[in-house]
């Protein structure tokens, strides 16, 4: 159980799945909540300490995460049997039920299942851990290939910098609510892009 995956899902038909500030946050939140063997629940929370509130046996260790308009990317470790997959099914779930009844939406929401993928090197462990952080950059030039970006590098991190909706500002030692989703394993990959 000890392997990393990363994990990631889409909103149907490539739609966005966050509209505004706040379904960042609660999808945050959710992050937090979600990943505990024990009933949390958002409504019986404060929103400004829910970081705070402990949790017992979480299912994952979640080491980089990004939010992006219509998709969100996870790299983890799974801490119980099958963790990764209940863990993910609590997560979209909650985010699920809070957006159908914010937008008074029906259907799915999620382009269907998660994926995960397996990752086998150290190697690729830091592409990922780049590719992900450098992500919102996509934002800010949406036509540019993915490959063309990395030739874009120090443009790339200055703009992802200054996301707020993923775990880059975290691994910059910047000190903020969400820095409680990154597990303590995440320091030894830190490397080059993250000072």
Partial sequence: MSEYHHIYNRGAHKAPIFLDEADYWRFLCLLYIANNNNPLRFNELNTQKIFSCERTSPYVSILVYCLMPNHFHIIARENTDKGISTFIHKLCCAYSMYYNRKYDHSGTLFQGQYKSKYINSDDYMRY?????????????????????????????????????????KDYLGEDRPPTALIAPQAQPWQGPLHG
């Fill in 128 to 168: 990922l851990i780049q590719y992900i952080h450098l992500n919102p950059f996509g934002i800010e030039k949406p036509d540019m290939m993915k490959s063309a970006r990395l030739e874009h590098l120090e443009e790339a991190i200055r703009y992802s910098k200054t996301y707020e909706y993923s775990s880059y």
